[in-house]
């Protein structure tokens, strides 16, 4: 009798186990887009069916979720996903996601498909969805993916270096010109309410001034001083990188820079560009990195995760914690980039 109850135990166990396989992954790309989100998709594709899991993608974002919008995704879906930029699942802004109703309906939608476990890339936002559907329930992964760098939790995100690459090629040839009609040029990059692409941006093309919200420094004497002395020392160009959530806007800029200074200044906003292109190679390792540790986190039972780089190393913290972190500008990095720019 003893035997027999010890059999029945063991396969009560086994059978909990069975229940608790993940069987079905959902992912979604959801904000603004970000190069490296489509090597994020086929990482977590192919992870996921080389473990026996099935994939849907959810497409518009949780907009696709609200509305029962999806695809199956096999290993074939995915290939050449690694150059590509945007995402093949489309990504958009869902505001029904601030309504409880909708929220639940998202959640019931992702148990009337079967999802075991949803895998979200994108910014502050997505996480926040995520969260909510943690909190009804519905195992959620989040993979940071923005070209702000803005995430507080991780130390790099998905898409930063690429719009790093796209804005420094851009600057340089813009370059050309200024210095060809000895002019002074205000660039505008985007970042939101941060400066951390601002300042990768104007650190890596040299230039004359970077003006970013998180210390927006001292206009006179950054970057008024800096061209009236650049000219005097022989300099006949300038560039100035304005982070779009500066409290002055490009033109404004431009304008308080020909009234101070006289000098001949244009103004370039890069815009969307930004957000386009083929990744580069750190935001296709990266991708792969994250889409693999996302679909490994679901695997081993964890819920309402962030994967995040610290210390060079990718892991998982919990959403609360990663929500709750602050992530501050290099300032340092801003303060050697003042000091040379001479």
Known sequence: MPDTLIWFEHEEVMNMAEEKKIRRIGILTSGGDAPGMNAVIRAVTRTSIANGIEVLGILHGYAGLIANDFKVLTARDV?????K??????????EEMFDPEYRQRAADNCRF????GLVCCGGD???RGAQELSRLGVPCICVSGTI???????????????????????????????????RCSVVEVMGRHHGHLALAVG?????????????PGNFEQDVVEKIRTGRINGRNHHIIIVAEGYHMSCQQVADKIVEETGVDTRITILGHVQRGGSPTSQDRVMAIKMGCAAVEALMAGKAQRVIVLRDNKIIDIDIEEGLQC?????????EQCRRMSI
């Open 79 to 83: 290939d050449g996903l690694l150059m």
């Open 85 to 94: 930029g945007g995402t093949i699942l489309y990504t958009a802004r869902c």
């Open 113 to 116: 498909l079967g999802i075991d």
């Open 125 to 127: 936002g997505t996480f």
């Open 148 to 182: 702000d760098n803005d995430i507080p939790c991780t130390d790099y995100t998905i898409g930063f270096d690429t719009a790093c690459n796209t804005a420094i090629t851009a600057i340089d040839k813009l370059r050309d010109t200024m210095q060809s009609h000895a």
């Open 203 to 215: 650190a890596s093309v040299g230039a004359a001034a970077i003006l970013v919200p998180e210390d």
């Open 326 to 334: 602050q992530k501050d500008l290099d300032r340092n990095l801003l």
